[in-house]
């Protein structure tokens, strides 16, 4: 394999999906009721399973392979003077999902600071769903 790096992308887009799940159950031990959402997992297409906390998504592994296709064919096919094709391709996606699991690890150490120290927010402030999907 010329290009190992292509494998930090299913690594990457499996964090992404557990790192939700975990973000789910821990904004269900106290940082929910503080900030209040219609939902913690933005894309419609994987909402159900996050809100029952699925760790088995077909969906979600079908959508890995794929992505994970694309990236393995841009490393076969984009080679010699189209070397940097690859290399846009390849930054897009290590991009993209590394900053979707920072935003992750940013909620993950919110929700811990608020179970850690209880009395650090008082009442609740209501989120609408389009502002979550902006700040996103």
């Known amino acids: 394999?010329?290009?190992?790096?292509?494998?930090l992308?299913?690594?990457?887009?499996?964090?992404?999906y557990?790192?939700?799940?975990?973000?789910?159950?821990f904004r269900e031990r106290g940082y929910g009721k503080h900030f209040k959402i219609?939902?913690?997992?933005?894309n419609p297409d994987y909402r159900s399973e996050v809100d029952?906390?699925?760790?088995?998504?077909?969906?979600?592994?079908g959508q890995v392979?794929?992505?994970?296709?694309?990236?393995?064919?841009?490393?076969?096919?984009?080679t010699g003077k189209y070397e940097f094709a690859y290399q846009i391709v390849l930054g897009?996606?290590?991009?993209?999902?590394g900053y979707i699991n920072g935003l992750h690890t940013s909620n993950l150490l919110t929700f811990l600071f608020v179970a850690k120290n209880p009395g650090t927010f008082e009442?609740?402030?209501?989120?609408?769903?389009?502002?979550?999907?902006?700040?996103s």
């Open 92 to 97: 897009f996606y290590l991009t993209l999902f």
């Open 52 to 61: 029952s906390k699925s760790l088995l998504n077909l969906k979600f592994i």
């Open 1 to 7: 394999m010329n290009h190992p790096e292509i494998l």
């Open 9 to 16: 992308l299913p690594v990457l887009m499996i964090a992404d």
């Open 65 to 78: 392979l794929f992505n994970f296709g694309i990236l393995l064919a841009s490393s076969v096919f984009l």
């Open 18 to 25: 557990y790192l939700t799940i975990l973000g789910a159950v």
């Open 123 to 135: 009442g609740a402030i209501d989120i609408p769903h389009g502002f979550n999907l902006r700040r």
């Open 38 to 42: 219609e939902t913690y997992e933005l």
